[in-house]
């Protein structure tokens, strides 16, 4: 089975992260990683298109600054990647970057699985995951935290789903797009050949003239980011001749102020 | 042009949490001049739509087709989308949670409309809208704004406050069909098991979280416990014997640092931080957590924050409106001791 997975880079989860003087996010020379949540998806990718015998291929949308997480992906044993890169789309607006996924879904034309991670980091949002589906008219199975049973001759998926209300078993008919949750897999780190594989790997560039496709017009726009107010916090330490002391004066402040 | 709101409901009951949006859509219409109607879809949505007249619905659009009685995306979607083509509303809301988010992106999918996700602020400029919601994991904050006819936007919760119940508000039903039938819904899922009944994290007024020091239990590790690591068994016990009875005394959810979830102390549904939760309780305890900057970003909304750890040089100290330096083992119970005797119970 032809399984397919989507990454791109973020700053390290460690990082401190700003607005500069020019209003864009910085994260000074921390390095950037593969967005965390696609570590989980490119690992499950890899194991199920093991297993059954197909090949994974890994897609990143936007500027060469993903090729980082795209080499990173091979580097752990994703077979193949490819870049989507059309300045005149802004791929921020989730119905163009759905809109440029879809069209290379098609041009690949034999993908049957499509997985995710939860969301990304940076811009915190899994809108496009599901908008993906809904273009594709593939069935979404979302919050994914294990793949029961993947047939690719039947053409069958069945999952664990866990959501706020509990945890359930969903089946369902390929083609089907997957999102994953943490602790679906243990991902794997890239290893010596990994690692001179993705040095050595080049990466295909699509436009969207190379899919065949016109990149929508952003619904939505920017306007601009903003540094959160600072947390002003004068911390007081509670003081006490003891741990229950403690605890009883911290008690009273907390009645206080009224959060009880 | 008025703003529709859709009312998650399982198993018969609203979400509370999509009284919070009704609340930010009403504020909406009432500054475009229009209504808000409720889109309540599935088991009891007659009575589900009456209660949202009692939280601001003038209107309220329901399905109560039996092969829609159960949440199913697709044909969910396909609902939404239909009422959005009929009725061109200027927005569409929801709270973000799971299934809040896949269906309006899906919708708007359908209709070709922006999407504004997670949502904690929301005004009209000029009858253009404008939302803020955080980005990095809060780490910066982004505002946004949509130019197509209808704006479809989930709403973080409890970043809007739900409006005092009316119970005498009456609101006007229109009920809507559709040809769906059993054998078009593609997912077959069996019921729920392992129901969560712990207060969930995203809802939760009042947060008890733990981190890697709950591995300094003083507890004697049984003998029985074969190869397993002491450490795990000490911090599991502490999450049970320690903090669950603070958790309980505040009827608050319990949390835990990518830390503790990492090293096996507890299970993922629990973390909090850029990996985790993201969550904005009036009360945050935090419990042995350092606080890596990764977590602070999953918790700094939160209104109170408590740190309670050893090490007086924590970088949460720095965050926390009230530190207590000290072994969580023996505050932790003098606490829930403390306010089990104020609170009564």
């Known amino acids: ?260 | 042009m008025s703003v529709f709101v859709w009312i998650e409901s399982y198993a018969g009951r609203a979400n509370p949490a999509s009284w919070e949006a009704l609340a930010a859509g009403k504020s909406l219409a009432d500054k475009l001049g229009s209504d808000v109607a409720a889109l309540v879809f599935g088991e009891n949505a007659r009575a589900i739509a009456a209660e949202a007249g009692g939280f601001g619905a003038e209107n309220a659009f329901i399905c109560e087709d039996e092969a829609l009685s159960e949440y199913q995306l697709e044909a969910y979607t396909q609902l939404m989308t239909d009422l959005v083509k009929a009725h061109q509303p200027a927005f569409v809301l929801a709270v973000g949670s799971n299934r809040g988010r896949e269906l309006l992106a899906s919708s708007a999918v359908d209709t070709e409309s922006g999407l504004i996700a997670e949502a904690t602020e929301l005004r009209l400029d000029r009858g253009k809208i404008i939302a803020t919601r955080p980005a990095y994991a809060g780490k910066v904050a982004m505002e946004m704004t949509s130019n197509t006819a209808t704006t479809f936007i989930t709403v973080r919760g409890r970043a809007f406050q739900a409006a005092a119940k009316d119970s005498h508000a009456s609101v006007s039903i229109t009920e809507v069909q559709t040809d769906w039938t059993m054998q078009d819904i593609a997912v077959e899922a069996e019921p729920f098991r392992d129901a969560v009944h712990d207060v969930n994290l995203t809802d939760a007024a009042i947060i008890v979280s733990g981190g890697r020091g709950l591995a300094n239990n003083p507890k004697k590790v049984p003998s029985d416990i074969g190869a397993a690591d002491p450490n795990v068994w000490k911090a599991k016990d502490g999450f049970k014997h320690t903090l669950r009875p603070l958790a309980a005394v505040l009827g608050a959810a319990v949390g835990a640092s990518r830390a503790a979830v990492d090293a096996g102390y507890i299970a993922y549904e629990h973390q909090v931080g850029q990996t985790g939760k993201i969550v904005n309780p009036d009360l945050y305890i935090a419990c042995g957590i350092s606080g890596a900057i990764q977590h602070q970003a999953g918790m700094r909304g939160s209104k109170i924050i408590v740190a309670i750890n050893k090490d007086a040089a924590a970088p949460i100290f720095k965050l926390a409106h009230y530190g207590v330096v000290g072994d969580l083992y023996e505050v932790v119970p003098a606490l829930s001791a403390a306010l089990r005797r104020k609170l009564g119970s």
């Open chain 1, 1 to 260: 089975m032809h399984v397919l997975s989507f990454t791109r880079s973020t700053p390290d989860t460690a990082a401190k992260v700003w607005v500069d003087e020019a209003g864009e996010v910085a994260w000074g020379d921390v390095a950037s990683v593969v967005n965390p949540w696609d570590e989980y998806a490119l690992e499950e990718s890899i194991v199920q298109a093991t297993k059954s015998a197909g090949e994974a291929t890994v897609i990143a949308i936007g500027p060469a600054i993903h090729d980082d997480a795209l080499k990173h992906s091979i580097a752990m044993g994703i077979t193949n990647a490819l870049r989507i890169d059309e300045p005149k789309a802004d791929i921020r607006d989730s119905l163009v970057w759905s809109a440029l996924a879809a069209g290379a879904i098609k041009k690949l034309g034999n993908v049957e699985l499509i997985i995710f991670g939860k969301e990304s980091v940076d811009v915190a949002t899994d809108q496009h995951t599901y908008q993906l589906a809904r273009r594709l008219g593939w069935t979404m199975l979302s919050f994914v935290s294990d793949i029961i049973a993947l047939d690719a001759v039947a053409g069958t998926i069945r999952v664990e789903q866990t959501l706020e209300q509990g945890k359930r078993v969903l089946s369902a008919r390929l083609p089907s797009v997957v999102s994953v949750l943490k602790g679906i897999n243990e991902p794997r780190y890239p290893n010596f050949l990994g690692i001179r594989k993705a040095a050595k790997a080049q990466i295909p560039v699509w436009s969207a003239a190379d899919m065949g496709v016109e990149a929508p017009v952003a619904a939505t726009s920017i306007l601009a980011y903003h540094n959160p107010a600072p947390r002003v916090v004068a911390t007081e330490i509670i003081t006490g001749k003891d741990a229950a002391e403690k605890a009883a004066n911290l008690a009273e402040r907390l009645f206080e102020e009224k959060v009880l």
